[in-house]
């Protein structure tokens, strides 16, 4: 459906240029979106890395501090002589005092190590208040991360709740496996470290908002966090799987980012990552602040700019509406004068071309109507003035007032039936009259004929009542009949008439038929001398004049003898029918 042919100019012009402008703002709004969107995405991820670096390098720093701590503290107890397999009671006494003043040591002389654990089979008695404690191997294999370091000589245990002499604390614990110098593993070291210290190192400098990070190590542990950070198994396998050792990207909706996140992370110098994960709509903050300020700036504007739209299109479509308006007054007189004559642009051109083209239009259809009302009277006149010329009527009439005063029956007859022909036939100049009057007229036709014929004549009348209450035009069937006995029973001494009336929807069939000689050869064309003859085209004639398609006379030659004339006559039930209907008007001689 094309809107442009359906739809008025004023809500097309209007309801175009509001929905333009509506889909430029919508589509600015989202381009601008998407692009400060990414812009402040890349700012902010480039900042994270850069932060995320230089935290894992501190980190790291520490991480491995720690880690080449407890590597010192197992080479120290072998350089110490410590093995819990010495037989010696006394001398294992004596190397456990110097192994365990060795790794309180170590506890004293960093803030980050709290404590250190040492696991071994059949342990000796230590301060429960004591920095070192000496416990019992059987009771690691039940700690749920053991087997994280099973298979490995050292590894980092990830957060877990140890007691202290302040209550139980956080820890993260780095263990390793202690072997004498024999090579044989005797039991497990474990620094314990202050999950506070690794979470303070994680959480840098920041300042303002709770940050969310997450700190793994290289099997993808959690060793330690801060803020309330999310990461799923998918999430952690497509940070695995790329190959940058710092790099970001966007994680798209779920039920644990809501509406997604943005995700840094940094691999750098060691095998652990370090993620911050920040909730993608802390990031598009500002775009979607600028997105509103842009919708209101950009609705405003639309709502001016419609305001003046609406004026203006009124203003372009007000003369056309008009103009429209008189149009659909066409024909009505003088629907052209009442336009605007203060129009000086193409409106007040297009007022004046349609005023002269009214005036125009009124004077042709008045020429029209003058000059078709002027043919039709006198075609009608014409062909009417060849059959009843008023004056016969009248010498008939004092014809049969001598034909009684003479005693002549037959001739009074025949004069008698002849005048109330020419009455019928003049009809006080009414072009269309009652089947009855017709039918009466052609019977007087054949009741003279009957006169001359005798019992030679016979014809019949076909028709029912109700047919003889419409109307026909006048003079239609006598000249059909008539030619009949000139052409049809020329030299014969005896003929048959038969009419018949018949109706069919809407149209009238009347049908002749003789038993004469038929049709003669070219009997249609029109004769070099117009002399007789003109009775039936007269009344073909008429009948194109005043009905024209599909109606007309149709005439064949019977194939048992004689002639069939058809006549196809629209059924006309009063006069006003006629005239409104096919234009017919009455004439007076």
């Given amino acids: 459906m094309n809107l442009f042919k359906r739809v008025r100019i004023d809500r097309l012009f209007f309801g175009s240029f509001a929905s333009f402008l509506t889909i430029l703002l919508l589509v600015f709004t989202w381009?601008?979106?998407?692009?400060?969107?990414?812009?402040?995405a890349n700012t902010s991820s480039y900042y994270q890395q850069d932060m995320l670096n230089e935290l894992n390098k501190q980190i790291d720093i520490q991480l491995k501090s720690i880690e080449q701590m407890s590597l010192a503290a197992s080479r120290n107890m072998n350089t110490i002589g410590y093995d819990p397999f010495e037989k010696d009671p006394f001398e294992l006494f004596h190397r456990r005092d110097d192994m365990l003043r060795m790794l309180a040591s170590i506890t004293y002389s960093t803030t980050m190590v709290q404590s250190i654990y040492l696991y071994i089979d059949n342990p000796t008695k230590t301060d429960p208040q004591a920095p070192v404690q000496i416990l019992d191997m059987k009771h690691v294999r039940e700690e749920p991360w053991?087997?994280?370091?099973?298979?490995?000589?050292?590894?980092?245990?990830?957060?877990?709740t140890l007691p202290t002499n302040k209550g139980p604390q956080q820890f993260i614990s780095f263990a390793r496996k202690l072997y004498n110098n024999s090579d044989k593993y005797y039991g497990l070291l474990m620094l314990n470290v202050k999950a506070t210290a690794i979470e303070g190192l994680v959480r840098?400098?920041?300042?303002?908002?709770?940050?969310?990070?997450?700190?793994?190590?290289a099997s993808g542990r959690t060793i330690?966090?801060?803020?309330k950070p999310t990461l799923s198994e998918n999430d952690l396998k497509l940070i695995s799987s790329k190959e940058i050792a710092s790099n970001y990207i966007h994680l798209p909706v779920n039920q644990d980012q809501g509406e997604g996140a943005l995700l840094v992370w940094s691999k750098v110098r060691s095998d652990w990552m370090l993620i911050e994960i920040t909730p993608w709509n802390e990031i598009v903050h500002g775009s979607i602040r600028l997105a509103y300020i842009l919708v209101t700036v950009g609705l405003t504007a639309i709502f001016i700019?419609?305001?003046?739209?609406?004026?203006?299109s009124r203003q372009f479509t007000k003369p056309i509406r008009l103009l429209l308006s008189r149009m659909g007054r066409v024909p009505a007189a003088g629907a052209a004068m009442d336009l605007p004559t203060d129009y000086e642009n193409e409106f007040g051109s297009l007022f004046n071309g349609y005023r002269r083209q009214m005036e125009r239009i009124e004077e042709l259809l008045q020429s029209l109507q003058s000059q078709h009302k002027r043919k039709r009277e006198a075609e009608i006149l014409a062909l009417q003035a060849m059959i009843n010329p008023h004056f016969l009527y009248n010498t008939l009439d004092q014809l049969n007032w001598i034909a009684i005063d003479s005693g002549q029956e037959k001739i009074s007859t025949i004069v008698s039936l002849m005048g109330k022909m020419f009455r019928i036939g003049l009809s006080n100049g009414e072009t269309v009259i009652p089947i009855r009057d017709e039918l009466t007229h052609v019977e007087c036709y054949l009741q003279i004929q009957k006169i001359r014929w005798g019992e030679r004549l016979t014809f019949t009348i076909e028709v029912e009542?109700?047919?003889?209450?419409?109307?026909?035009?006048?003079?239609?069937?006598?000249?059909?009949?008539e030619n009949a006995f000139i052409h049809g029973f020329?030299?014969?001494?005896?003929?048959?008439?038969?009419i018949a009336l018949n109706r069919k929807e809407n149209e009238l069939e009347i049908i002749i038929t003789d038993n004469g000689v038929g049709l003669r050869p070219e009997w249609d064309v029109p004769k070099p001398r117009k002399t007789g003859g003109y009775g039936?085209?007269?009344?073909?004639?008429?009948?194109?004049?005043?009905?024209?398609?599909p109606y007309g006379v149709t005439m064949r030659s019977r194939e048992e003898g004689g002639t069939e004339v058809v006549l196809r006559l629209p059924v006309l039930h009063n006069k006003s029918e006629v005239e409104e209907a096919f234009h017919v008007e009455s004439t007076y001689n």
Avoid: C
């Avoid at 381009?31 to 402040?40: A, M, R």
């Avoid at 370091?149 to 877990?160: C, K, L, M, P, Y």
């Fill in 31 to 40: 381009i601008s979106y998407n692009t400060t969107s990414k812009e402040l």
């Fill in 146 to 160: 053991y087997p994280e370091i099973q298979n490995s000589d050292f590894a980092w245990v990830g957060e877990r």
């Fill in 204 to 217: 840098g400098e920041s300042a303002g908002k709770e940050k969310n990070r997450l700190l793994l190590d």
């Fill in 224 to 227: 330690a966090t801060i803020g």
């Fill in 305 to 312: 700019t419609a305001f003046f739209t609406l004026f203006l």
């Fill in 465 to 481: 009542e109700e047919l003889k209450e419409l109307y026909i035009s006048r003079l239609t069937i006598q000249p059909f009949v």
């Fill in 490 to 498: 020329h030299g014969r001494r005896a003929g048959e008439v038969h």
């Fill in 536 to 549: 039936v085209r007269n009344v073909m004639d008429r009948i194109a004049a005043y009905f024209g398609e």
